[in-house]
């Protein structure tokens, strides 16, 4: 791999045997002036990312090396407990985000994250996850962060794992979840039950209500992802709760963005509610 600018002395910019550009840290790689070659085969001390975005690179230049490596160590912690490839730069947001928290501490600035019940209540597995991060964080490296900074990481893991999608962005991230959170109340109040939090099913379900929610809001509901009339219709006489249940969080898309939901829309949310309350 030839290394064609340096980010910081333990970290660089790089293309790969294909030509692809790569960005590598380690313990003094950033040393040595560019351009020049590393071996194909670095040793475990260093680590290679794919498809950082150059703004986020920029960020680096101010943040302790400590900290993008506890925040690496969380990124690879995160991707191994929710069991899903994350954007690689996860790791870089989130020293980014540390670094801010650190220095509002320290200034004695407070802001209170409103959406912290929500957070919780929609996406449990991902603060969990926020919450061993805030340990790893005064673990290694001695940063303590107040316990509501858990509900921020997990946005940023809700964000990192919506990799290609529409939904990819912070900002809709945090707009979407008092609406994915109504969303699900109506569902379990349709249902009668107390969904788990954590199964599979309810991460399916929140994962395509999220995508849902995404594309109501860039109306792009054009290509339903059921258009079969006959499928539809099958859906509809087969699952009547779950298609009547589908209507309700119709009527609240329709109401915050103003778009009729389609029936294939319907259908297909209907057949994630059934397989929801199935997993109950």
Not at 230 to 236: M, N, S, T
Request: charged letters at 20%.
């Amino acid at each position: 791999m030839r290394v064609t600018k340096s980010v910081n002395n333990n970290a660089v910019l790089a293309c790969d045997e294909a030509g692809n550009e790569v960005v590598i840290f380690g313990r003094g790689v950033g040393f040595r002036k560019p351009p020049y070659d590393l071996p194909s085969q670095l040793n475990d001390g260093f680590r290679v990312f794919r498809g950082v975005d150059s703004s986020v690179l920029a960020a680096l230049r101010s943040i302790p090396d400590a900290l993008v490596d506890v925040s690496m160590d969380i990124a690879d912690m995160a991707s191994n407990e929710l069991g899903t490839r994350l954007n690689p730069n996860l790791a870089f947001t989130l020293a980014d985000h540390f670094q801010f928290a650190s220095e509002r501490i320290a200034t004695g600035m407070s802001l209170a994250n409103p959406l912290v019940d929500q957070v919780a209540f929609i996406y449990p597995r991902e603060t969990q996850v926020g919450h061993a991060a805030l340990r790893m964080l005064r673990e290694k490296i001695g940063l303590s962060l107040p316990q509501e900074e858990a509900s921020s990481v997990a946005l940023h893991l809700v964000n990192a794992e919506t990799m290609e999608s529409a939904v990819q962005g912070m900002s809709f991230v945090m707009s979407s979840a008092q609406l994915i959170s109504d969303a699900v109340d109506a569902v379990e109040s349709c249902l009668d039950v107390s969904v788990d939090r954590m199964s599979y099913a309810y991460v399916r379900f929140v994962t395509h209500l999220r995508y849902l929610v995404a594309r109501v809001e860039r109306d792009e509901l054009g290509d339903a992802m059921l258009d079969e009339q006959p499928i539809i219709e099958a859906v509809r006489s087969g699952y009547p709760r779950d298609w009547a249940c589908a209507q309700t969080v119709s009527v609240l898309l329709t109401k915050e963005y103003g778009r009729e939901v389609s029936e294939g829309e319907l259908a297909y949310l209907a057949l994630h509610i059934n397989r929801l309350r199935k997993s109950g």
